[in-house]
Each structure stands twice: as C-alpha cells, then as structure tokens.
C-alpha cells in the first residue's frame, strides 16, 4: 500500500509539470496580453480627441511598450520565463496579478470563503439527501414513489443553474413579485452590529438563493447511482442468505448492504467535496453579485491576467492530485480486499 502511494506522489510531478506546460504553451499564442490591455485602456482613455490626442496615444505605445514589457517580465524569451515560472511555483511563490496588483496567493485567500460557502453547503446538503432518498428509492424500487422521485430529480438536473437563478431572483429577490432574500453578498452592511446568533440567521439568509440555484442539479447523480447501487445489492445472494436467517429488513439493509452499496459514494466524497467549490459557480456569483474563485478565474481569462490563470491553476491541480490520492485511500479503508500493489505491478 505504501509502495503504491509514493509511486502516486512521484506520479503526481509529471501530471503537474504537463498540465502547466500545455496551459503556458497555449497563453503564448493567445492574442491581447496583459500589455496589449494597458495599452488598449489608454488608448480608450484618450479616444474622441483631435490628432493630437492620437499622436500622443502613439508617442506612448513608443515609449512606454518596453518598459511595459519589462515590468510585466515579456521582455525575456518564452523559455525563461517558463523555468522561472517553475522554480517559483515550486517555492509556492505565484506571482502578481498584473491588472490587481496583488499577490495571486493573498488574492485567491480572498475569495476563498464565498466558494467554500457555496461548496461547503452545497455538498453537504445534496449529499444529505440524496442518500436517503436514494435508499428509499432502492427499496421502493419500481413502485410510484420511485417514479415520481425520479421524474422530479431528472427536471431539476435538466434546469440550469443561472436559469434557475434568475427565476429566484425575479420572484424572490425584489424582482416582479416577493423582496424575501437579498441579492449580493454573503452577509448585511450591519454585519458587525449583529450578534453571533444574528450573524449565524443572516449568512444563511444571504445563502439561501445561491444554494438553491447550485444545489438542485447536484440530486439526479447521486441519487441515482446510490439507488443503482442499492439495487444490485440486494439481489445479491448473500442478502438472500441474510434474510433467510430471519433478519429484519433494516438489519439486510444497513448491516450487510450498506458498507458495500456505499463504495462508490464513499471513494467520490473528496472529488465531489472539492468539485463544489470550483465547478457552475461563475453564472451563480455573477447573478448574486458573490467575489468568489470563479469569478476571479473567469475575470483573469478575459483580462489576460497569466499570473492569475497560472497561479490559480496550479493551486487547483496540486489539490485535485491530492484528491485523488485521498479517494484511492478510501477505498482501502471501506474495502480491505483491494490490493493497489497488485494492481500496480
């Protein structure tokens, strides 16, 4: 097992160093770099002007161009840049960001507790019920309550989530019909007036519509499968053993199906757990005015800020490798039969 693991974390180098690779190779060949959007904005700044005003806009592409470069790190070769890149990320050193003017790690520390607010909670609660219901779907396995149930986690996951978003806004947020729920931020301008119960009600009243529109998609999946799994379980001969010794269906069902017919749930926890924080979050954050991880990434795309791309990226590949490792982990754990040294020879 531990011979395993280590080859994992070797592994784990060359998936990183290949995905920072192919996404600086592809930077080089985009069009409008972090200097082309200074320049562009003061070229912006200064239209409608007579030709005056153009001849200055060209005096200062003259001018200002290579100092731009320089300050922005372009004016040496592609591949230093790269291997500069490298040494600095493997020191956890991730740059500027070139339109903020911040620190790519102190940015991303920023907009942390909007995305692990919306995947914390969105992941709980999906998760929550889903399960139960998709028991409940198992043993009620053809019967109306399975079909409607079915139907209705099928319509939520075929609704997307900003569409979802907007109806909520319009009818709850202030829009055509009810002003229940506000519509931006995590938290009231009298925040620090409030009490810890206060603060408490008034974070999840902020939350509500944001979770609402990420969560109701998140159902079909694992519903499904848990009921999936459920079912071949229990057609399994030693359920049937089971019962024939006179045990009570709880007992069947939570004693001997349970552990196995949660292997596949257990083993996609920790990819599930972070998936929520990063995956369908830009539409929601925009449409409730939310500064989380996805509308920095999203924002640093169109802006061309690299370092921000880059330094991001890495951040989220370190921890998807991570999680990865974590998810084969508890496989081990739920089953002890699985032999990964077997496997890797």
């Given amino acids: 097992m531990l011979t395993y693991f280590f080859k994992r974390l070797l592994l784990m180098v060359p998936t990183l160093l290949g995905v920072l690779t192919v996404t600086f190779i592809v930077i080089q060949f985009v069009p409008g770099g972090p200097v082309e959007q200074v320049l562009a904005e003061a070229r912006a700044s200064q239209k409608g002007g007579e030709g005056s005003a153009y001849k200055a806009s060209r005096d200062i592409d003259k001018k200002q161009i290579e100092e731009l470069k320089k300050l922005y790190g372009f004016d040496k070769p592609a591949h230093v840049r790269y291997v500069e890149m490298l040494g600095n990320f493997a ?38 019920i889903s399960i139960p219901l998709g028991v409940a779907k198992a043993v009620r396995d053809g019967s109306a309550f399975d079909t409607l149930t079915t139907t209705l986690v099928l319509i939520g996951f075929a609704i997307p989530g900003f569409v979802l978003g907007v109806l909520l806004i319009v009818l709850f947020a202030g829009g055509s019909f009810l002003d229940w729920f506000p519509l931006r931020g995590l938290s009231s301008d009298n925040w ?44 399994k001969q030693y359920v049937l053993v089971a019962r024939a010794k006179g045990l009570s269906q709880r007992q069947v069902l939570y004693k001997h199906i349970f552990r196995n017919a949660l292997i596949p749930l257990v083993t996609g926890f920790p990819s599930a757990f972070v998936g929520a924080f990063f995956a369908g979050s830009v539409l929601i954050e925009t449409l409730f005015s939310l500064d989380g991880l996805g509308l920095l990434g999203y924002e640093a795309v169109i802006r061309r ?33 699985v032999q990964f040294e077997a496997v890797s020879r």
């Fill in 91 to 128: 020191r956890f050193d991730l740059g500027r960001s070139f339109m903020q003017n911040k620190d790519v790690w102190s940015l991303i520390k920023e907009k942390l507790p909007v995305s692990i607010s919306l995947g914390l909670w969105t992941f709980l609660v999906s998760y929550l």
């Fill in 192 to 235: 620090a007036e409030l009490s810890w119960p206060g603060r408490i009600v008034d974070y999840f009243w902020h939350l509500t519509l944001p979770l609402f529109s990420l969560m109701i998609g998140s159902f079909a999946v694992t519903t499904l499968l848990t009921k999936n799994t459920f079912v071949e379980e229990i057609r």
């Fill in 305 to 337: 800020d690299y370092a921000v791309v880059l330094g991001s990226l890495y951040v989220f590949t370190l921890i998807g490798l991570f999680v990865k490792l974590v998810s084969d982990f508890l496989y081990v754990v739920v089953d002890p039969r």
